[in-house]
């Protein structure tokens, strides 16, 4: 009883007033589902945990017994029902079992089992038997899977060998670690309740068990789904598999299964024939593959879903493409000849990394489905997350609150799925309420080696589909040799997923039949792994010698649907030669109708202003400090920031966060949907935004003001994310995807911590455009900022953001001056922004909005510059007319008398607050200007001009807070030299180069604070250097 104890034991505090309250109000209590909070389970448990027959694997048997018990006491055999009431009444060991009644025939289904039953002279060894029996039933369920024909080379590769569990009858001596013999195998007993290998019958001889089990969890097919906690979800799936004669499919299903496999494996074949040197990821050894998605379509689509959006690495890629997506074959063929030129920017990495979207009537169903193949980056497994967002956004746009239209489908290569840590980050946004998509298909082509590696050596787990098992999904493992079985559970996959909007894995056990690519050598490293690989015969021969056998096809009928197939290649590989041109704008995986004009350009290059009226500013103000809903307490500490709030609304200032709600509070109100997500971004980290109030009252009782703006506002989404970066940051990165018209913002908890997804930073959001000809408008918020915290926290990294632009440091742009900003803008393939004020961050937010493309949006955002009481923005810096600036140049003293301002110290953000204070201290307020460039990049090279021309007899000062190596200081340099036409130097004041982001020191962090100041302002700082 060891695991029922252990189980109520977990289950939950007991109370006192629990404790004694009457059985009877226990027992009905439980029936309602409060079962864990009561004591006289407990009772039960001590009373019988010494049962000497009540041991081991029978405990779990007699725990569900128990609990079905419960429900229903009729639901068990006369004799458990009897000891569960005893042991209920507290019984001691030993004198709550009582022999049952003798089994009544009628009860049987077979007409000898009265015989074989009723007349056992021992019932305490009947009992024992039955014990035994039902143990060897759930042995099954549970390690089945582990002597089941998967591996289609028989080499076992996949999967730790090992001898074959005890529990499992390989062999008649097996029986005897049950107490049974063979003498044994042609007695009847009675099935529980949680097998359905007897089909209409409820008793079987032990014989036809073993067999029935055998069908059901050891041939081609290995169910993993045991550790599922909860019961209906695996009675279902016992259902699936163990019914007799699941396995049936007609003869339309057999030749449309085999017309599929003639596309996939011929598909290879054609393209192996005309570019046999060329490297394609084929997926031969795994055609069925092919087969296994279109089922999960199939099934999909005639469960209601709409839209499918898909995500997959290298291998068989073209032959989706080609033969799930139906893009044109002319069109994959063309992809191989060098000759092609592109008509659009983008890099043409076609063949293995860009997407496609194609809407198309399933042929099964009659219905339209929509089917996108996300466009990805070789970093294996980076864009599962990324297809979850997208996925997400979808479901959301649409309304799809359940799933049941949009659905994802993730493909993994073995290796990768069991390595890659994002995996394991996806799963775990599957079930949270912001990240949910109501459950994923993943597909593993499990060929059983990734690339040279054999999985003895690159996974600790025994499958690679071992991650799957944290979300409690399903793992079908299956022979991709058998055809027919993939199909099986490609189909209770797909079902599942509609009945319980839940993850669930297939893992398709194949091989790879060239190398790693077609080039690669295999035989170098896996030696008798591909020996066997050469004498293995293809799985479309192998199934079609099946079918034809079976005569389920004829084999004119095979051979000609073999010619049909290779005629449709060749016609489109004789027009693919006519295509001169490759239009990388046809490969979007996410097209934005009517945002472009009909070209694919930006419908105008001007942005309006990002200003707001008075009267929306006040109201927006007003929602932010109030609580508008009845009824609802809010904490003491927070009514004092509202009231707060209030008051900067009543002076017409800005703090950071309600310039933050200002911008977020407009455009809900224009009408664009508002995603903020990241950890612990509904309060702010630094406790300063508080988007949702909690009631102090009612538990988990919430207001979100920001939806409560207008009546026919956009909605808010602002969500806590997990602990996850990589995996959050590619989910919001996908939903951003799927419409220009939201504005999605991840917030770092500290800038730092986005190193932690730097792989969707750099393969899909510096690059994006450039790969994949996709626009994206995603917003970035890192905190960053030298507080004296020390070297964690403190710096988001701009130098690697900045690094990054695509922008050349040498060149002026050459713009018109209406024109500069915009087209600058247009041009880049980020904007980076450091804003010092409210209003500023105000109106970028808006601008990213407002403007007629989409680019991603860096800002990093400062810590104590939330509560710096210069850091406030009056309402007229937000008023119509007003708008992002760039630049904000020196507005004090400075501007009287130009000529006589000796330097000119450009900086970005909060150390223009110690710069300011420290020329201030110094009585220089007319001798030096200080200029905040707040937008990096694209960088403001017109509007630094102004200000270098301004003052001609300024020296060029160059001040960060960071170290030398790290900040703006080698992206900036050059930008001013360029500016300057290299006619004066650009000095630097800050700190000295370091390893670490800052000192972990207070004391030293101020002395270096305090000596670059004196850099700064010391204007015979650079006296004598050149
Ligand atoms: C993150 C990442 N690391 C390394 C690689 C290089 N790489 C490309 S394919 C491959 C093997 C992948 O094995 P598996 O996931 O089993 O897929 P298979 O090629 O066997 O289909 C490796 C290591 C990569 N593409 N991405
Ligand atoms: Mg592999």
């Known amino acids: 009883m060891h695991r029922l104890r252990t189980t109520v034991v977990r289950l939950g505090p007991i109370t006192a007033t629990q404790t004694a309250k009457s059985q009877s109000q226990a027992r009905s209590a439980a029936v309602g589902g409060a079962l864990r909070t009561f004591q006289p389970i407990r009772s039960y448990t001590a009373s019988v945990s010494a049962e000497p027959f009540l041991n081991g694997t029978s405990s779990n048997y007699v725990e569900e017994m128990y609990y079905a018990w419960l429900k229903n006491p009729r639901s068990v055999h006369k004799s458990w029902d009897i000891f569960f009431r005893n042991a209920n009444a507290g019984a001691p060991p030993g004198a709550a079992y009582q022999s049952p009644p003798p089994l009544g025939g009628a009860a049987l289904g077979l007409a000898n089992a009265q015989a074989m039953v009723g007349v056992q002279p021992n019932v305490e060894k009947l009992v024992e038997d039955h014990l035994a029996v039902q143990s060897l039933v759930r042995a099954y369920q549970i390690r089945g899977h582990h002597v089941a024909q998967l591996d289609p080379l028989g080499i076992m590769a996949a999967i730790d060998p090992g001898p074959p569990p005890s529990d499992i009858i390989t062999s008649n001596d097996k029986l005897e670690f049950y107490g049974l013999d063979e003498s044994d195998l042609d007695k009847v007993f009675r099935l529980p309740t949680t097998t359905f290998i ?6 079987l001889p032990l014989r036809e068990i073993i067999q029935r089990l055998e069908m059901a969890y050891c041939q081609s097919i290995g169910v993993e789904f045991m550790f599922i906690n909860d019961l209906e979800q695996c009675q279902w799936i016992r259902q699936k598999f163990e019914r007799p004669g699941i396995m049936q499919f007609t003869l339309e299903e057999k030749r449309t299964l085999l017309a599929r496999m003639v596309r996939s494996t011929r598909f290879e074949e054609f393209l192996q024939r005309k570019w046999s040197s060329e490297k394609r990821f084929g997926l031969e050894g795994c055609e069925s593959l092919i087969p296994a ?29 080609a033969n799930v997506i139906r893009k044109e074959l002319d069109q994959i063929f063309c992809q191989f000849d060098s000759k092609l030129e592109a008509a659009d920017e983008g890099s043409g990495d076609v063949k293995y990394h860009l997407g496609m979207w194609h809407r198309r009537i399933n042929r099964v169903t009659d219905r339209n489905i929509t089917l996108s193949l996300m466009a990805n980056p070789s970093h294996l497994e980076a864009v599962d997350p990324v297809v979850q967002g997208k996925t997400k956004a979808e479901q959301f746009y649409c309304g799809d609150t359940e799933g049941n239209r949009v659905m994802s489908i993730l493909l993994h290569g073995d290796a990768a799925f069991a390595g890659q840590g994002v995996v394991y980050e996806t799963f775990h946004l599957s079930d949270l309420p912001s990240y949910t998509t109501h459950g994923t298909i993943h597909v593993v082509v499990n060929n059983q080696i990734g690339f040279t590696t054999d999985p003895r050596v690159a996974r600790s787990s025994s499958y690679p589909t071992d991650v799957a098992k944290v979300v409690n999904a399903p793992i079908f493992h299956v022979n991709a040799d058998d055809p027919e079985a993939v199909m099986y559970v490609c189909n209770v996959a797909a079902e599942w997923r509609a009945t319980f909007h839940k993850d669930v894995v297939v893992d398709l056990v194949c091989y790879r039949r060239n190398g790693h690519n077609e080039m690669d050598e295999p035989m170098f490293t896996q030696p008798l792994m591909y ?16 079918l034809i056998a079976e005569g389920a096809v004829t084999r004119q009928e095979y051979e000609e649907e073999i010619a049909k197939y290779d005629k449709i290649c060749e016609e489109a590989y004789a027009r693919s030669k006519d295509e001169k041109i490759l239009h990388i704008k046809h490969w979007l995986d996410s097209p934005w109708p009517g945002f472009f004009n009909v070209d694919g350009q930006p419908k105008s290059m001007t942005s309006p202003s990002t200003g707001l009226t008075e009267e929306e500013l006040g109201h927006i103000g007003h929602i932010a400090s109030s609580v508008p809903v009845e009824d609802f307490t809010i904490h003491g500490g927070l009514s004092r920031i509202l009231k707060g709030r209030a008051a900067m609304v009543g002076q017409r200032v800005c703090d950071w966060a309600l310039g933050e709600y200002m911008a977020f509070g407009s455009l809900l109100k224009e009408g664009t949907h508002i995603r903020l997500s990241g950890q612990d971004v509904e309060r702010g980290t630094f406790s300063h935004r508080h988007h949702v109030l909690h009631d102090q009252n009612v538990d988990k009782r919430i207001c979100i003001p920001m939806n409560h703006i207008a009546p026919n506002q956009a909605p808010y989404t602002v969500c806590n994310s997990s602990l996850s970066e990589y995996g959050v940051l590619g989910f919001e990165l996908g939903f951003a995807m799927a419409s220009p018209n939201a504005l999605v913002l ?16 750099d393969q899909f959001i510096c690059p994006g455009q450039a790969k994949w000809v996709r626009q994206n408008g995603i917003v970035l918020l890192l905190p960053h900022g030298m507080e004296g915290m020390g070297p964690e926290h403190s710096s988001a990294r701009p130098e690697r953001f900045l690094q990054m632009c695509n922008e050349d440091p040498d060149a002026y742009p050459k713009f018109s001056a209406e024109e500069f900003a915009v087209r600058q803008l247009y041009d880049c393939n980020w904007i980076i922004v450091n804003c010092s004020t409210p209003a500023n961050y105000f109106h970028v937010l808006r601008r990213q909005i407002l403007q007629p493309f989409r680019k991603p949006l860096i800002v990093f955002t400062p810590k104590s510059l939330l509560r710096h009481p210069d850091a406030k923005s009056s309402f007229d810096d937000m008023l119509p007319g007003t708008h992002f600036q760039r630049l904000i140049p020196d507005s004090g003293p400075v501007c009287e008398k130009p000529d006589g301002v000796k330097r000119i110290v450009f900086c970005t953000g909060k150390v223009y607050y110690e710069l300011t204070r420290e020329r201030k201290n110094r009585g220089m307020d007319d001798t030096v200007a200080i200029a905040r460039i707040e937008q990096l990049s694209p960088f403001p090279f017109d509007q630094v001009k102004v200000e270098t021309d301004r003052y001609p007899n300024a020296d060029l000062v160059w001040c960060q807070e960071e170290h030398k190596n790290q900040g703006y200081y080698d992206y900036v340099k050059p930008r001013l030299r360029t500016t300057v036409d290299r006619t004066r130097p650009v000095w630097y004041a800050g700190r000295g180069p370091a390893a ?8 030293a962090h101020l002395v270096e604070l305090q000596r670059f100041l004196d850099t700064a302002l010391n204007l015979d700082a650079f006296t004598g250097q050149s």
């Open 198 to 203: 007897g089909g209409s019958e409820s008793a």
């Open 293 to 321: 998605l279109k089922t999960i379509i199939d099934k999909s689509s005639m469960n209601g879903v709409e839209s499918i959006i898909m995500g997959m690495p290298h291998r068989g890629r073209l032959n989706v493409l």
């Open 531 to 546: 020996k066997q690989i050469k004498k293995q015969k293809g799985v479309l021969k192998k199934y079609a010698e099946k």
């Open 746 to 761: 991840w917030e770092a908890q500290f800038g730092d911590f986005h190193n932690t997804a730097q792989c969707i930073i």
């Open 996 to 1003: 670490a982001p800052a000192t972990g020191n207070k004391a």
